[in-house]
């Protein structure tokens, strides 16, 4: 039940306008306890028309969690834990343009992420979620049933995503060498809040399954891939500049359209601290 803020669903399956909140000033514990329900609810909540300084939005992020540093690019220098999300006119590849779940190579991946929208082409540049619970809820009980004991194994290094970073660590590599970058976890999540079940594989980092070769996985990992990003699992967001994205990254999954050739595209990005997932 939501008093103070209005949720406006943004499709039938996933996502949600909100608003009723100045993100610029200080948020009581109703407020905070409303946006983490429809959070949960919507699993993407958007906000539109918050300008706010880099101190201002990291102090709306630490009403939700802990930030997780990103551990591939260094962060802004005054504000190491905001990560500059750019496309620049001349380059070819975005970041992190493919369909994932944040950092899922890491062995306790985030909670959520927030992205503050801060230079945009005149067109294009928009960001398409997809709620992995339906996904999960609409495969056959045989699916369910068979993988419902099996462990993923994740890897930042899986072509695609590594090569979506190159342009920004080659401006701003963080030092990683000394961290670990693959990760196993449950096919089949249950989400510590609602205790609803969402399908954890991913395109960007999934590279086969526990105690199976990478050939053995595919064809079984090449049909979720596609199942889990239907266009009726989806919502698909216009941004404006000021827009904050704040989503539940347990139970979403995106993916940033790269159609702006020749136009830079700026935004700000903090990840939240989450838990090993089970």
């Known amino acids: 039940m939501l008093e103070r803020i209005t949720a406006n669903p943004m499709a039938g399956a996933i996502g ?27 699993m993407v909540i958007v906000f539109r028309d918050q300008n706010l300084t880099l101190q201002q939005f990291l102090d709306f992020a630490h009403n939700f969690a802990d930030i997780l540093p990103y551990p591939m690019v260094q ?76 462990v993923g194994v994740n890897s930042a290094a899986k072509p695609g995503a590594a090569a979506s970073r190159e342009d920004r660590r ?46 053995e996985s595919q064809p079984i990992l090449q049909y979720l891939f ?14 404006q500049v000021g827009t904050i994205a704040f989503w539940d990254n347990r139970a979403a999954q995106h993916n940033p359209i790269n159609d702006y050739g020749g136009f830079e595209r700026l935004l700000h990005r903090i990840t939240l601290a989450g838990e090993k997932p089970y």
């Open 16 to 42: 949600a306008e909100l608003t009723g909140a100045d993100l610029s000033r200080p948020l009581d514990a109703q407020c905070v306890a409303e946006i983490r329900r429809a959070l949960h609810r919507y």
């Open 75 to 150: 962060g802004l220098p005054d504000f190491p834990d905001i990560v500059p999300v750019l496309k620049r006119a001349n380059e070819n590849l975005n970041f992190g343009g493919l369909w994932h779940t944040d950092t899922a190579y890491l062995e306790r991946p985030p909670m959520g992420s927030m992205l503050l929208a801060r230079t945009l082409p005149p067109h294009g540049g928009d960001t398409i979620w997809a709620n992995m619970n339906m996904a999960y809820e609409t495969l056959s009980d045989g699916m369910k049933a068979m993988l419902e004991g099996l």
């Open 226 to 239: 596609q199942h889990q990003t239907r266009p009726e699992f989806t919502c698909q967001l216009r941004w």
């Open 170 to 215: 080659a401006d701003a590599a963080k030092d990683n060498s000394g961290l670990a970058t693959e990760a196993e976890h449950p096919v089949v999540r249950t989400h510590p809040v609602t205790g609803n079940k969402s399908l954890y594989v991913n395109f960007a980092h999934t590279i086969r399954f526990k105690n199976m070769t990478e050939a």
